[in-house]
């Protein structure tokens, strides 16, 4: 193992043992902008929030949906069918690169595969564990006041025997089943015209609840209640992220685990799921082995108001750019390789084909930027561009810090005891985020023009909040730093402001990036 990549393990190793439990972690930074009581999804999940009833609305909300029914339904076929296409494409791969190392389900393997039977089994199940409002993605579509996502962990159905209590394995699957926050209905159960203010105001009102359990979905439910304008008609698409393999450590590698990701968008002519491309999901070989593409992207990325929203986080790439599968790699260190999805689209990465981007291109995006009035936030330097070009991926976003390759694992109110259950639903880039958010949020509810503009995946906004200073989420003990030499030219505009709270100081993992982790300070 390297000693960047041993150095991260353990980091993570020490991160993981240092998270608190929901019940001493204080006022819960996602207030307002997510529903993580796993009492209360209980709830949900057994009412019309379970995945049964919000595909087929007439069944009945005691009869959970088993994913042998779930694969069979025709709005699903398309799913199944992609998921078979992309496991044959990857054992295909995996043969044709690393003929080698063996692939297979069990441990007998290099290369363990995730058990696809278990997919569509009768003996699993999407459980519902979390509801994340993003309002804050009204830009891709403000008539709809951004999204609501219903997300739901893969869940084997059948009892096992741990210490005596029965528990419910849950598997490494999430399905996002994504809304629109204000759907075709122009009234709300009073009869009222909806609005984006009223659907703000409904969320950050749920917040202040200082409720649970079956009361507090009864508040979220109610006709005033933020879920109470969520119905299967507002269904946009899903979204699944799958672990398909895993690799343990050996002889001849460290270890790895592949994450697939997928999107299918809801045909209402069709009445089915249907294979689209994953937003800002760069196809990096079709890109780097077209001419006319790579001529294409580049003419298109670079023009100044396009480059402007990159910078700010809200490009939104044309189709013929991107993918319509994914599989993000992790762990990826902090060292530049081909297992980040931008690897090779700049100058200066060991890539075999010409790259995309100059180092000049950048610096004259940067010029026209300027010239036209269009001020950067985050984009300043080449490195900047750089990772902001990854972090806009589906797959380099969930690979900047994530846990493992899911930025929300959710809750498992399945347990015997969950209000009892030590857990953290969400990774420290999900915690980091709900400051901008909640922000976006606020503006919507007072009648201000929202800042849809958001950070690095690696430091987030703070919108002029405290709220995070000191924690592994901004500054703190964890958080990604940047080294900074005493002379302020030597160092790079894009990640200046990447320092660590006071006590601490920013332990290098990547000595070509300077990136590291903030450390108590060593004499």
């Known amino acids: 193992m390297s000693c960047a990549l041993r150095f991260l393990v353990t980091v993570l190793v020490l991160f993981c043992s240092a998270l608190p439990g929901r019940a001493t972690q204080g006022a819960a930074l996602e207030r307002g902008a997510a529903i993580t009581d796993p009492l209360a999804l209980r709830e949900l999940d057994h009412g019309r929030f379970g995945l ?18 779930l694969f069979t339904l025709p709005s699903m076929a398309p799913v199944r069918k992609a998921f078979d296409d992309e496991f044959d494409r990857y054992i295909a791969r995996h043969k044709a690169e690393l003929p080698n190392e063996t692939i297979g389900v069990g441990d007998s393997f290099a290369f363990q595969l995730f058990d696809r039977a278990m997919l569509y089994s009768g003996d699993a199940r999407f459980v519902l564990s979390g509801i994340v409002n993003r309002t804050d993605r009204a830009y891709v579509s403000p008539d709809s006041c951004g999204e609501i996502r219903l997300i739901y962990r893969l869940t084997r159905t059948g009892t096992a025997q741990s210490g005596g209590e029965a528990i419910s394995p849950r598997l490494p699957m999430t399905l996002n089943l994504v809304l629109k926050a204000k759907g075709d209905r122009a009234n709300d159960s009073y009869g009222a015209a909806i609005t984006c203010a009223e659907i703000a105001r409904r969320w950050l009102a749920a917040g202040d609840l200082a409720i649970t359990g079956t009361e507090l979905a009864q508040k979220l439910t109610a006709q005033d209640g933020p879920l109470d304008l969520i119905t299967p008609g507002n269904v946009e698409r899903i979204e699944t992220n799958l672990q398909i393999a895993h690799a343990p450590k050996s002889a001849i590698r460290d270890f790895r685990t592949d994450y697939l990701m997928k999107v299918f968008d809801y045909n209402a002519r069709t009445q089915a799921f249907e294979e689209a491309p994953l937003e800002n999901q760069i196809d990096r070989e079709r890109i780097l082995a ?9 003419a298109w990325l670079l023009d100044p108001r396009h480059f402007s929203e990159l910078d700010r986080g809200t490009v939104l790439i044309p189709p013929q750019f991107l993918a319509t599968g994914a599989v993000a790699a992790t762990p990826v260190g902090f060292t530049t390789s081909n297992l980040q999805p931008e690897f090779g689209l700049v100058q200066g990465d060991d890539a075999k084909a010409g790259p995309v981007f100059s180092d000049g291109d950048v610096v004259t995006a940067l010029q026209k930027a300027a010239q036209q009035g269009l001020p950067m936030q985050n984009i300043r330097s080449v490195a900047g561009f750089e990772r902001r070009l990854n972090d806009i991926t589906c797959a380099g976003c969930h690979q900047t810090r994530g846990i493992g390759g899911f930025h929300f694992p959710g809750v498992d109110w399945m347990v015997a005891h969950p209000s009892n259950s030590t857990f953290v639903p969400a990774s420290p880039h999900f915690f980091g985020d709900q400051i901008r958010r909640r922000d976006i949020l606020t503006a919507l509810r007072d009648g201000r023009e929202p800042d849809y503009s958001r950070g690095f995946s690696s430091r987030p906004q703070l919108r002029g909040s405290t709220e995070l200073a000191g924690t592994e989420y901004d500054d703190g003990w964890g958080a990604h730093c940047y080294q900074q030499m005493p002379n302020p030219k030597d160092n790079d505009a894009s990640f200046r402001p990447w320092t660590c709270a006071e006590g601490l100081a920013c332990q290098v993992v990547d000595r070509a990036s300077r990136m590291g982790m903030c450390f108590v300070k060593t004499r």
């Open 52 to 69: 049964g009833r919000m595909l087929t609305p007439t069944r009945p909300a005691d009869t959970p949906l088993a994913n042998n029914e």
């Open 290 to 298: 077209d001419e006319n593409l790579k001529n294409a992207f580049k």
